[in-house]
């Protein structure tokens, strides 16, 4: 098992940036990627972003390409999300999560481990 603490969320105004960390402990060693995903009201969890652990390749929903940036800390088990030129839309909680498997994924379904998650609020 793999313990998740999301931090670094809370209300920015639009156009602005904030720098979501998620925080691993526990079984780390049977991660092999690790990722963000976002859930607004009313709408299903959907994925943000992914980080190979060792490799560090990424990718990146459309929506987000451009604006966020995924990066690893590998000596403090850390995953961070850099997210510039916040839209409206960009609201949401966001979790981070861990995959075992041998391939990234978009599918939160295959995701093994997650987080409580942190609330990003984006205002006009």
């Known amino acids: 098992q793999v313990q998740l603490v999301e931090s670094g969320g809370g209300l920015v105004q639009a156009g602005g940036s904030l720098r979501l960390s998620c925080a691993a402990s526990g079984r780390t060693f049977s991660t092999n990627f690790m990722g963000w995903f976002r859930q607004a009201p009313g709408k299903e969890r959907e994925f943000v972003a992914v980080i190979n652990w060792s490799g560090g390749s990424t990718d990146y929903a459309d929506s987000v390409k451009g604006r966020f940036t995924i990066s690893k800390d590998n000596t403090k088990n850390a995953v961070h999300l850099q997210m510039n030129s916040l839209k409206l839309e960009d609201t949401a909680v966001y979790y981070c999560?861990?995959?075992?498997?041998?391939?990234?994924?978009?599918?939160?379904?295959?995701?093994?481990?997650w987080g409580r998650g942190t609330q990003v609020t984006v205002s006009s």
């Open positions: 999560a861990t995959r075992g498997g041998r391939v990234p994924t978009t599918n939160r379904a295959l995701y093994d481990n």
